[in-house]
């Protein structure tokens, strides 16, 4: 008895299962995280191969990839002149320049997604009509609703030239 209870909610689970994952809300919304995490990619690389290489010029030819602060030496004594070799040496480094850019990377996503849906609700608010002039009126005398043009009540036949 306990067994046909199982199966029973267990395929109905499954049942239910199947429908919020092939409802159009899920598949969209794992269509935006494949999208996001490329973008993200390419955000990444504009950041380390376009901006940044500009600005380590602008600052003394400062490549901020390679900034580091050594906190325990690793088995080749420093000077370490890239993160890559104190990584090779065994040292610890504190990275804060690869922060720096992963901080510029979010700003440039946060600052993306911003106009993305600032764009979206552009869109909605013109999709928005105001609501349709009213049609009809009520009549001040007998309170029917009589068109808006109208000049004489055609239930209580009052003159609405005036009102």
Known sequence: MCQKRFNKGGVYMFKEFK???VKGNVVDMAVGII???AFGGIVTSF??????PPIGIALGNVDFANLHIILKEGNIPPPYPSLDEAKAAGAVTLNYGVFINTIISFLIVA???FLVVRYINKLKREKETPPAEPMTRE?????????????????????LKGI
């Open 19 to 21: 429908e919020f994952a």
């Open 35 to 37: 999208i996001g995490a």
């Open 47 to 52: 950041v380390a191969d376009i901006i940044m």
């Open 111 to 113: 600052f993306s997604v």
């Open 139 to 159: 009549c001040p005398y007998c309170l029917s609703v009589i068109p808006l043009k109208a000049i004489r009540c055609a239930h209580c036949t009052a003159d």
